[in-house]
């Protein structure tokens, strides 16, 4: 369920007692009142006899909770649902804490399939892997009341320092109702990636504003047909351009409240602007993934993207088996993403970035949070790690993977930096993909040669219904 958004520093952290679990409520005095029976000595015609008497007396007590057995087994081993990737962080907590590694259990699963497993360990009573790598957006859809299956990894959490060394906003998608149900393992903060050689060729300068941005796609269009700036397929739309565009496609207004609107001017300018582009056919409709688009960019036709941190080590690579590009030869410049001119800075969206989330059917959360706190923590795995970490010493510790690239015109770390800070704070994990509706809709419209704007009423529809039938109220107006 949503949360409102609260500063990291207000998060209290609790401390976990001697055995584990959190400590038992303190005890209250309390007043009762009690009848009790008393002999009394009284004189009955002239004699002296001993009487019952029932009277109410107070008396102060101490109420203290019956204890319970401790539902807890330190020993107990533990299920990490992980993709093929995170194999190297399960090896790396076995290797610096190897008196443990008999206890962790690693799985490979598609995490896709993570929602609808949940209900069925829900229904048979068993079978919860006790911790999950998977984004937040997942996190969230386990998180509603058919699920439930998240931790609240605050009371858990045996150092303050951790919350507080997390790039700022990045556990806000992992926050509901003031509970933190996971430790983000890294941003996927979007970024400008741009030909450098191609750029300087051609005379063109990066764009500052999104507005620079049309007008160059106009005139790479009109002096250099054939050459591409980007794609439009639901992926890139839902989590770039939509997102950097603050199109309200489900902003939380407060707990369990959303705000809703294609109609809103964040969202008309970015597909207005879009359709321009795909119309002069400097944006490809096919993904960042389409053998049809890698072939374009092989061919060194690509221009620009905007797209996630990860896209410079995992998608243009440098290296023989790269998607993109096979050779190494400073060819890769970054920038940070172009701003609407009426807003105050730019915003991006982030394009993966996923967490670790604990199960509260766990039987070891000791284990199962410290592993947590690894997996997204350690600068020893995160330092040679494939992505930017979200905890910031980690992240800096990172840096040495970029350095010795030679793909980067220049260290792209500083601005990767600084987009680190841009993230969106309206962009919330809800519990409705949207990336799928924008699918079923507006990608659907593009393919059949239709604009993105066509598509926007038809997407507010399903937008509404999701969110409605997850339990969401709905506003269209901010008024």
């Known amino acids: 369920m949503k949360r409102k958004y609260w500063p ?30 008393v002999k009394e000595t009284v004189v009955v015609e002239g004699k002296v006899v ?33 993709d093929e990737t995170r194999k190297a962080t399960v090896d790396a907590f076995k290797k610096k804490y190897p008196e443990k590694a008999a206890l962790i259990k690693e799985e490979l699963v598609d995490r896709g399939q993570f929602p609808a497993k949940v209900l069925l360990f ?23 009341t058919s699920r439930d299956y998240p931790l609240d990894l605050n009371p858990w959490l045996k150092s303050k320092n951790v919350i507080e060394n997390f790039a700022p906003g990045s556990l806000e998608p992992c ?9 983000r393992n890294d941003l996927a903060q979007n970024l400008t990636w741009y030909n450098k050689p191609l750029m300087d060729q051609f005379g063109y300068k990066v764009p500052s504003t999104w507005e620079d941005f049309e007008a160059l796609g106009e005139a790479v269009a009109k002096d250099h047909p054939g050459y591409v700036m980007g794609f439009a397929d639901e992926w890139m739309l839902n989590y770039v351009y939509f997102a950097a565009g603050r199109c309200p496609l489900g902003h939380v207004i407060e ?34 993934f389409d053998p049809a688009t890698a072939k374009v960019v092989n061919e060194n036709k690509l ?19 790269s998607l993109y590009y096979k050779t190494a030869e400073g060819q890769l410049g970054v920038a940070v993403p172009p701003k609407w001119k009426n807003e105050d800075k730019a915003y991006t969206g982030f394009g993966g970035g996923a967490a670790w989330t604990v199960s509260k059917h766990t039987k070891n959360p000791d284990l199962a949070v ?59 994990s809800l519990r409705f993909p949207t990336v799928d509706l924008v699918k079923k809709t507006v990608s659907q419209a593009v393919a059949k040669g239709e604009t993105i704007e066509s598509a926007l009423p038809e997407l507010q529809k399903e937008l509404v219904n999701a969110a409605e039938a997850q339990g969401y109220l709905v506003k269209t107006s901010n008024k």
């Open 8 to 37: 990291l520093a207000a998060i209290t952290v609790m401390l976990l007692n001697a055995c584990g679990a959190p400590a038992a409520p303190a005890a209250t005095p309390q007043t009762i009142t009690e009848k009790v029976t």
């Open 255 to 288: 707990e369990n409240t959303l705000y809703i609107n294609t109609a809103d001017e964040r969202c008309l300018r970015v597909a207005r602007m879009l359709d321009k582009l795909i119309a002069a056919k400097v944006f490809l409709t096919t993904g960042p």
């Open 175 to 183: 926050t509901f109702g003031g509970k933190l149900f996971c430790l």
């Open 122 to 144: 829900n229904n048979t009573g068993k079978g919860w892997p006790d911790v999950v790598f998977a984004e937040p957006d997942i996190v969230s859809r386990v998180a509603d």
């Open 370 to 428: 410290e592993f947590a706190v690894f997996a997204s923590t350690a600068t020893e795995y995160h330092g040679t790690g494939p992505t930017y970490p979200a905890y910031m010493p980690a992240a800096k510790e990172w840096r040495k993977t970029l350095v010795g690239n030679k793909l980067y015109a220049e260290d792209p770390y500083p601005v990767m930096e600084t987009t680190a800070a841009l993230m969106d704070p309206l962009i919330a």
């Open 50 to 82: 001993e009487k019952e008497v029932v009277k109410e007396v107070q008396k102060v007590v101490t109420a203290t909770p019956e204890p319970t057995a401790n539902p807890y087994d330190q020993n107990a081993p533990i299920v990490v649902w992980i």
């Open 303 to 321: 221009l620009m993207l905007q797209a996630a941190s990860w896209f410079g080590e995992y998608i243009f690579g440098g290296k023989p088996d």
